[in-house]
């Protein structure tokens, strides 16, 4: 079975600093995709990042980094420069190709609040 | 670029009344999902369908049921509401080769 884990429920960084939002996976899938997807309080869900499991480079998006450990099962979410909109929930998730509708399972989520 | 259109945006009903919500799939996409997200959550799989076919069930209510037509919308019914069933509820498309995931705005359904 699939499995993500967030274990961090919420978390402080100040404006312009840099935060990594904590993300470990489990799977028996050979080929699978990592997501990340921000969520304000509007409740909009926002894609920001995706790393599939035979990329070889980290995926970066603008301020968005992927620091993807294969080995270890961990996709953590790297944002530099804070800025006061990030504050959000935010949510990895994993689509693996084992599953015959390759659909989204998500983590618990992490609550970022960045200060100013 | 065309997204995922989801109506309506917010609905509010009474228990044991009916609501249907609605997904519009980014154009060519031919998988749509459904989504829950309670208070506090994250969001769970409800059902999801491949060219008009459900393709797989998840933790969905008897209650509940959805099909997609043949422009490729699709719409999520759900009957003899209950409180519990105050969410907000997500529509999603993709291709299903495809790499990504895209997300509608929700419908937050308030059950009184």
């Known amino acids: 079975a699939q499995k993500i884990t967030q274990t961090q429920p919420g978390m402080f960084v100040q404006e312009k600093e840099a935060v990594t939002l904590d993300c470990t996976y489990d799977t028996s899938d050979p080929s699978y995709g990592l997501f990340w997807y921000k969520q304000p309080s509007s409740g909009e869900m926002i894609f920001l990042i995706y790393q599939g499991s035979y990329d070889q480079q980290n995926a970066t998006e603008g301020r968005y980094s992927l620091n993807f450990q294969k080995a270890r099962k961990s996709a953590n979410l790297v944002i530099s420069a804070s800025q006061l909109g990030d504050s959000a929930m935010y949510f990895c998730?994993?689509?693996?190709?084992?599953?015959?509708?390759?659909?989204?399972?998500f983590g618990s989520g992490t609550r970022l609040l960045v200060r100013p | 670029a065309a997204g995922v259109i989801q109506s309506p945006r917010h609905l509010i009903k009474e228990k044991r009344e009916t609501a249907t919500l609605k997904c519009y799939p980014i154009p060519r996409h031919d998988t749509v999902y459904w989504y829950q997200q309670g208070p506090g959550q994250d969001p769970q799989f409800l059902i999801s369908?491949?060219?008009?076919?459900?393709?797989d069930k998840g933790s969905i209510p008897d209650r509940f049921s959805a099909q997609q037509f043949s422009d490729y919308h699709s719409e999520l019914n759900m009957s003899s509401l209950e409180l519990g069933d105050s969410a907000l509820y997500f529509c999603?498309?993709?291709?299903?080769?495809?790499?990504?995931?895209?997300f509608g705005s929700g419908t937050q359904l308030s059950v009184l």
């Open positions: 998730a994993m689509r693996g190709r084992m599953d015959s509708s390759y659909k989204l399972i």
């Open positions: 369908f491949y060219e008009k076919m459900q393709s």
């Open positions: 999603a498309s993709s291709l299903l080769s495809g790499e990504k995931l895209f």
